[in-house]
T-cell receptor, first 112, second 117 residues
Framework: AQSVTQLDSHVSVSEGTPVLLRCNYS??????LFWYVQHPNKGLQLLLKYTSAATLVKGINGFEAEFKKSETSFHLTKPSAHMSDAAEYFCVAGWGAQKLVFGQGTRLTINP | GAVVSQHPSWVICKSGTSVKIECRSL??????MFWYRQFPKQSLMLMATSNEGSKATYEQGVEKDKFLINHASLTLSTLTVTSAHPEDSSFYIC?????????????FGEGSRLTVL
């Protein structure tokens, strides 16, 4: 079965330090991949998406992600964390006409 | 980017009453919308896929008579929680896809917090 795994339920970093949120998918076929951010009591906002073009994808707010087929990964990174980055992050995958599959989410905490 | 509006943002109701939540795509037509339920500190759980002009497709374990979904137009889908009970209290989120391919990103509403007393 196709699935998405976010390896860390909670990540805590200091302001100004790099952020790494990990995401792996399980399937023989490469999916479309998305990262969304959710602030408390809000809907989800798209950060970036991969749809079989460039493997390094740049998104909003300084985030980027690299698709690595050999590792079936799509990790999200940011060089320098901001306090405003504190939120829940979801990795989402879609295969063909099937519905999207959500990861479990990673809560990012930024320490001053 | 495209905008999906969800209303109301917050609703409190008495047990036994019904509550309707609206999801509108404001600047694009959405033949398919999705309804999710999110429990505290958990991921989104897909409840149903709403198709314009036809019956919704419900996920396994979701009561279709409890959660009525109507997709009356290309820009509006509604979720009605019938005879609500405290266990129905949750955060409900809708989303819409901007194109028919699964490669199109989903645009999410701001969510609706339902509290059943």
């Amino acid at each position: 079965a196709q699935s998405v795994t976010q390896l860390d339920s909670h990540v805590s970093v200091s302001e100004g330090t790099p952020v790494l949120l990990r995401c792996n998918y399980s399937s023989s076929y490469s999916p479309s991949l998305f990262w969304y951010v959710q602030h408390p009591n809000k809907g989800l906002q798209l950060l970036l998406k991969y749809t079989s073009a460039a493997t390094l994808v740049k998104g909003i707010n300084g985030f980027e992600a690299e698709f690595k087929k050999s590792e079936t990964s799509f990790h999200l990174t940011k060089p320098s964390a901001h306090m405003s980055d504190a939120a829940e992050y979801f990795c989402v995958a879609g295969w063909g006409a099937q519905k999207l599959v959500f990861g479990q989410g990673t809560r990012l905490t930024i320490n001053p | 980017g495209a905008v999906v509006s969800q209303h109301p943002s917050w609703v409190i109701c008495k047990s036994g009453t019904s509550v309707k939540i609206e999801c509108r795509s404001l600047d694009f037509q959405a033949t398919t919308m999705f309804w999710y339920r999110q429990f505290p500190k958990q991921s989104l759980m897909l409840m149903a896929t709403s198709n314009e002009g036809s019956k919704a497709t419900y996920e396994q374990g979701v009561e279709k008579d409890k959660f009525l979904i109507n997709h009356a137009s290309l820009t509006l889908s509604t979720l009605t929680v019938t005879s609500a009970h405290p266990e129905d209290s949750s955060f409900y989120i809708c989303s819409a896809r901007a194109n028919s391919a699964n490669t199109g990103e989903l645009f999410f509403g701001e969510g609706s917090r339902l509290t059943v007393l």
